[in-house]
């Protein structure tokens, strides 16, 4: 029996005969608000989730009525119970995912429960993306060399995948070499709308990958979340956040000629971070926004991590629908859509004064330049010409001014190297990495770096012995359309062969270097750099070699592997000198938008989506090979990849509630920008490392550690890979000699004051029974949505986190773990407090009813025995997180909520 408190289920003509019903947002206007059509376009399409949702338990009438009273500069102390229509996942944060599923499943039957009372309630997909690694880049068959390593290296995760294929009815997935999970959702999973029951409604999602926003160019609503709260959504907890701002984004004008779509994000980047913008839906608007096709859209969407918003959320309108059927959905899924989309009144971008905004952003097109990022942060834009300006003035400013704090003179000294690549210096591009879905998910991008890679070879130009290429695209549809615009040969004559269908370099995954280029950098220090088309450049990210990376379109990427150095002014400086001995500028290759729009005729094609999309099995042998295991409970075995977590011992149906913190020690002090990069680290695994030795000790040789990455089916190896980045700077330590901070994941374990590695600490501290706080500055937990991030600092014993502000999504994951987020007042911070570690904490305040936001006392002791208190805020945000913080987390919370159910 449908709900329908509101009289909102009507009639949706489909045509040719069809029809279903939908809940009209319009029965709700004239509630005591004015009219539904002047709310932002997201909050409509949350609003219509909890209008069909509204069940008067888990969403109550009071919750559609306020949202649809939602005026643009209220107070937001409201909550949202947002039920979405599936979840995406990457393998990445897919495993661990699943391993708690297994181990809930366990606990449940131990408890004389049905195992399958865990299980996914709406659709989950986890597409494998994340785990191919670049070892293989110069060979003709690169693509098949890496994935026959990547098989190798992962079979136990692949195997323990395909269990869950079988265990949960609702989980599908999307085998290796297909393609990056979000370019996959925006060309094949999301269908636009959906239907059930005879209702249709929306495409809503989150995804256990910050990037998952980039679903937003074709208008559905979605976000990244940990996959803490992802497990949460899928076993039934609606997504339950704060009624957000929304920030409109006028564009206006147009592109100018030789600006790329990544220009134009590395620009809304930068803007929007500035205008801090985090935890908001953003909402792109005005007849520039019209202008953009989806792929430009996507480019947009994908980033809005990067400037910190939850969403960059674009209405539908007949560039969607084009968009879909180019990409091959079905005729009566395309009608079913834009039908749907105009019975509610969404259909069609905005225009200036349609819609009520929290705040409006003007940004004009016509002002976009060629831009690249780096060489730490996406948000850090440099326009194309001040390139090698910026790189001299970094290279010799003060490591506390994000410099290198080199020497000037040093820039221009070269090392001899006795091989093929003959020297290296300072500056020198080491890889070069066509990769990533911001970019590869965009046909106009990747058309141009192949014409402008045809007419580098035309004139003779070739890439030097030190440079790493690749080309990883986020779908087999992009080899396809190169290959069929003649373009592929030119792009594999500069080194760009393709090396997989999957993350790579952004993710980390970039492979090794040629050992000689790894030990010049390591003997004289050299700040080397990476230039790729990704998301994300944070320190140690790319390779832990590399200091300096740059983000940039696919044809820049072609353009400095040409060059060799980022300490090149491109406009003035050429590239290099021609077959003819004249030397090449990169005006001579670079493609205008006439000769790009010819190449994209045939890149649209539906049939070429259909018929790639069709069948993940066929033709897989290697997927296919991978043996499966069958049964509802998973049998595990030891493996270092692998492991029953650890989150259930000792579970108990009761819940134990939260108490204050007494007698804590510091585990670390870090500043500001801290992403969960430096928290809990995707890429190589050192053999010196807490995390290496574990693995030695446990038989792995150095050369099949993998990546953090790939083991996060195993909590042993990635609590001892918790603060292990090589660049995290633990600001406890005393400075170097030359005023610049140790890196590495070291502390100062008190009252002893010896330094040794964080994990060390940790479990000295938990032997003790004492418990430990991490202090850090602003935008702690920046990047990616990994719930490791969270997961780790949990198992080290961290009580709580204390920093001067937070990320959306790492917030939420320490919540979710029973880790509590504190934030110091306005204008405190463990600088102005003169905390210097080696003091003991008491955090008062936390026995008894909690309410969200609350002030708490931070107690400070030092050596000498003097106290003094500091007022944090308790940054959980509402009533339900108070609800898993008492349960010591999200999973036992829902957990015991199964368990009660089943009585």
């Known amino acids: 029996m449908l709900q329908d408190p509101f009289g909102a289920l009507r009639d949706l003509p489909l045509g040719h005969g069809k029809s279903s019903r939908y809940y009209a947002l319009a029965a709700l206007d004239g509630g005591g608000g004015g009219p539904v059509s002047r709310l932002p376009v997201s909050i409509r399409i949350v609003l219509e989730s909890l209008l069909r949702n509204c069940d008067g338990k888990r969403i109550t009438e009071d919750h559609v009525r306020h949202l649809a009273g939602w005026r643009p500069n209220a107070p937001r102390n ?25 181990a809930m499943r366990g606990v449940a039957q131990a408890f004389g429960k049905a195992p399958d009372i865990i299980e996914p309630l709406v659709p989950v997909d986890l597409v494998v993306d994340h785990s191919v690694q670049v070892d293989h880049y110069e060979e003709d068959d690169s693509l098949g060399l890496n994935m026959r390593r990547e098989f190798s290296r992962n079979a136990e995760r692949y195997r323990f995948i395909k269990w869950g294929m079988q265990a949960f009815d609702t989980f599908r997935v999307v085998p290796p070499g297909i393609g990056i999970v979000h370019q996959v959702n925006l060309e094949f999973l999301a269908r636009g709308v959906l239907e059930k029951n005879g209702v249709t409604y929306p495409d809503t999602l989150v995804g256990t990958d910050s990037h998952t926003t980039m679903i937003n160019a074709l208008g559905v609503v979605g976000w990244g979340v940990g996959g803490i709260e992802a497990e949460a959504g899928m076993l039934g907890q609606p997504l339950v956040f704060l009624t957000p701002d929304v920030v409109g984004v006028h564009l206006h004008g147009r592109l100018p000629e030789g600006a790329t779509a990544t220009d134009l994000v590395l620009f809304l980047t930068e803007r929007l971070r500035r205008a801090k913008v985090v935890g908001k839906f953003v909402e792109f608007f005005g007849d520039g926004t019209r202008s953009l096709a989806v792929p430009d859209r996507a480019t947009i969407a994908n ?8 969403m960059g959320f674009f209405p539908v309108d007949e560039e969607t629908v084009k968009y879909l059927t180019a990409t091959g959905r079905t005729e009566a899924e395309i009608e079913a859509f834009r039908a749907y989309f105009s019975a509610q009144g969404l259909f069609g971008i905005p225009m200036p004064g349609d819609i009520d905004y929290s705040t409006v952003i003007e940004f004009d097109l016509g002002s976009v330049q060629p831009s690249i990022a780096g060489p730490k942060r996406p948000q850090d834009r440099l326009n194309l010409p001040d390139m090698r300006r910026a790189f001299t003035t970094l290279f010799s400013a003060p490591v506390a001014d994000n410099g290198y704090g080199r020497p000037a003179e040093e820039l221009e000294r070269r090392h001899p190297l006795g091989s093929a690549a003959a020297h290296i210096g300072h500056g020198d591009v080491l890889i070069a990495a066509i990769t990533s879905c911001t970019n590869t998910s965009n046909p106009g991008v ?60 952004c993710i980390g995954n970039s492979g090794p270097l040629m050992p000689e280029l790894e030990r010049a950098i390591a003997a004289d220090d050299l700040v080397c750099a990476a230039v790729l088309s990704g998301n994300r450049n944070f320190e140690a990210r790319i390779h832990p070699a590399l200091k300096a990376n740059f983000l940039m379109s696919p044809p820049l990427v072609v353009a400095f592997a040409l060059a060799g150095r980022i300490t090149i002014d491109m406009t003035s400086e050429p590239l290099g000198i021609g077959k003819d001995g004249k030397p090449v500028m990169l005006a001579d290759i670079w493609p205008s938008s006439r000769e790009v729009a010819e190449a994209l005729l045939g890149a649209t094609d539906p ?56 007698g804590a020690r510091a585990l670390a002090i870090f500043g500001d920008s801290v992403t969960t990069d430096h928290i809990s680290p995707a890429g190589s695994i050192a053999a010196a490392s807490p995390a290496g030795q574990y693995l030695l000790a446990h038989g792995v040789a150095a050369a099949d550690f993998n990546s953090y990455g790939a083991r996060r089916g195993n909590h042993e190896v990635m609590v001892r890979g918790t603060f292990a980045n090589v660049r995290i700077r633990n600001l406890m330590l005393p400075a170097n000699p030359d005023g610049s901070r140790v890196e590495g994941g070291l502390t100062r374990h008190q009252p002893d004051d010896t330094v040794m590695p964080i994990h060390d600490a940790a479990m000295r501290y938990q032997e003790a029974g004492i418990p430990t706080i991490v202090f850090a500055g602003t935008e702690y937990g920046t990047g990616s949505s990994r719930d490791w991030a969270a997961k780790g600092p949990k198992l080290l014993g961290v009580r709580a986190v204390v ?47 909690l309410q969200p936001r609350q002030e708490v006392v931070l107690e400070v002791i030092d050596r000498r025995g003097r106290s003094r208190k500091v007022t944090l805020e308790l940054r959980v945000d509402t009533a339900i997180e108070l609800d898993y913080l008492g349960h010591g987390g999200i999973l036992p919370y829902v957990l015991r909520e199964l368990l009660a159910a089943e009585r």
């Open 78 to 102: 409201a909550e949202i119970p947002f039920v979405v229509a599936r979840i995406v996942l990457q393998d990445f944060t897919g495993v661990p995912l699943l391993c708690d599923l297994a």
């Open 303 to 310: 980033m809005a991590p990067e400037y910190g918003a939850t």
């Open 446 to 505: 990747m058309l141009a770096a192949g014409l402008l890679a045809r007419k580098a070879v035309a004139l003779g130009l070739t890439v030097g012995p030190r440079v790493k290429t690749s080309l990883a695209p986020g779908s087999r549809v992009v080899t396809e359309y190169l290959a069929r615009a003649g373009l592929l040969g030119d792009l594999e004559a500069l080194g760009f062969r393709v090396v997989a269908y999957g993350c790579t370099t």
């Open 607 to 662: 049939g070429l989506y259909r018929r790639l999309y069709s069948d993940f099995v066929h033709g897989n042998p290697l997927w296919n090979d991978i043996p499966t295991d069958s049964g509802q409970v998973y049998a595990w075995a030891p493996s270092t990849y692998i492991a029953e977590p650890p989150f259930f011992d000792r579970f108990s149906p009761t819940p134990g509630g939260v108490s204050d913190i007494v």
């Open 803 to 849: 920093a001067q502000s937070f990320e959306r999504i790492h917030r939420s994951n320490l919540v979710g773990m029973g880790v509590l987020p504190l934030q110091f007042l306005q204008g405190d911070s463990p600088a102005s407090l003169g905390i210097s570690g080696d003091e003991e904490f008491h955090i008062h305040g936390l026995t008894g009813a």
